[in-house]
């Protein structure tokens, strides 16, 4: 999967769950917004946990790549 496929995947997993949770509540903007903030926070927990030592490792390089993609990521 790649870093886009992979953002995406990520972005809509969170959008879903958080729609679906709100109901009517859940303003398309607001919902957007947090799916993104949670996305990113999922992507940096899982950068924060590398150890020095894995830190130039190609899945730490994939991980920035889909960070990237969030950070950019327009419905």
Same mark, same amino acid.
Not at 8 to 18: A, C, D, R, S, T
Not at 19 to 43: K, M, Y
Not at 47 to 67: A, G, I, R, S
């Given at each position: 999967?790649?870093?886009?496929?992979?953002?995406?995947?990520?972005? $809509?997993?969170?959008?879903?769950?958080?729609?679906?949770?709100?109901?009517?509540?859940?303003?398309?903007?607001?919902?957007?917004?947090?799916?993104?903030?949670?996305?990113?926070?999922?992507? $940096?927990?899982?950068?924060?946990?590398?150890?020095?030592?894995?830190?130039?490792?190609?899945?730490?390089?994939?991980?920035?790549?889909?960070?990237?993609?969030?950070? $950019?990521?327009?419905?």
């Amino acid at each position: 999967m790649t870093p886009k496929e992979k953002a995406e995947e990520l972005f $809509n997993y969170y959008h879903n769950l958080i729609q679906d949770i709100g109901g009517e509540l859940g303003q398309e903007i607001l919902v957007s917004i947090l799916a993104r903030h949670c996305a990113l926070f999922a992507v $940096n927990t899982l950068l924060k946990d590398k150890h020095p030592t894995e830190d130039f490792n190609e899945t730490y390089y994939y991980w920035e790549e889909v960070e990237h993609e969030i950070e $950019n990521y327009e419905e």
